[in-house]
């Protein structure tokens, strides 16, 4: 089955830094990616819609300034949370979204500690 | 607008109990509907899927059907194991966006 990565695993930063996480499709290819983010006990709440070559969608009340997405490839999206504070320390997934039929493809997430 | 309503848990079975977690959905067009499951510090996995009405997804004992008429997709399984302890989610995907919403989540226990 199609694989998605995701890099780092986890993180531990200082309030203040900013931080890169990679989302890779690692056996297909992704015109779309999906960035969301879990609190502890919660559903998924999509961030942004990343298209391969072109800007990112972001949802509504997330701020494009700090959570800035990149999607350099078809197998490649990266999301920097810029300026990270404690309150940005969350479990973030990514997906991908297959060029063929309907189905998502998860990452297995990063977990970022904003101290 | 899209929408995903699942049965409020915790739910805490004993190991061999049928399992029942409702999903019920509203949507704009014809979506794919899925199940997917979380495990505690991972992302998630695709349980099983249906893409049109009356269409049964099945996967590891599981099993769920796209009933239009009651815009539902109920997730079963007939005898529960410890080890399908876990975060299940309820998703709907219209094919033309991609996009997916999700339900709330139900944690499941499964005690021996």
């Known amino acids: 089955g199609a694989v998605v990565s995701q890099h780092p695993s986890w993180v531990i930063c200082k309030s203040g830094t900013s931080v890169k996480i990679e989302c890779r499709s690692l056996?297909?290819?992704?015109?779309?990616m999906f960035w969301y983010r879990q609190f502890p006990k919660q559903s998924l709440m999509l961030m942004a819609t990343s298209n391969e070559g072109s800007k990112a969608t972001y949802e509504q009340g997330v701020e494009k300034d700090k959570f800035l997405i990149n999607h350099a490839s078809l197998t490649l999206s990266t999301l920097t949370v810029t300026s990270a504070h404690p309150e940005d320390s969350s479990f973030y997934i990514c997906?991908?979204?297959?060029?063929?039929?309907?189905?998502?493809?998860f990452g297995p997430g990063t977990r970022l500690t904003v101290l | 607008g899209n929408s995903v309503t699942q049965m409020e848990g915790p739910v805490t079975l004993s190991e061999e109990a049928f399992l029942t977690i409702n999903c019920t959905y509203t949507a704009t067009g014809y979506p794919s509907l899925f199940w997917y499951v979380q495990y505690p510090g991972e992302g998630l996995q695709l349980l099983l899927k249906?893409?049109?009405?009356?269409d049964k997804g099945s996967n590891k004992g599981f099993e769920a059907t796209y009933r239009k008429e009651t815009t539902s997709f109920h997730l079963e399984k007939g005898s529960v194991q410890v080890s399908d302890s876990a975060v299940y989610f309820c998703a709907l995907t219209l094919t033309n966006a991609g996009k997916s919403t999700f339900g709330d989540g139900t944690t499941l226990t499964v005690k021996p």
């Open positions: 997906s991908a979204h297959s060029l063929t039929g309907d189905e998502q493809f």
């Open positions: 056996d297909f290819q992704a015109t779309t």
């Open positions: 249906a893409t049109k009405a009356d």
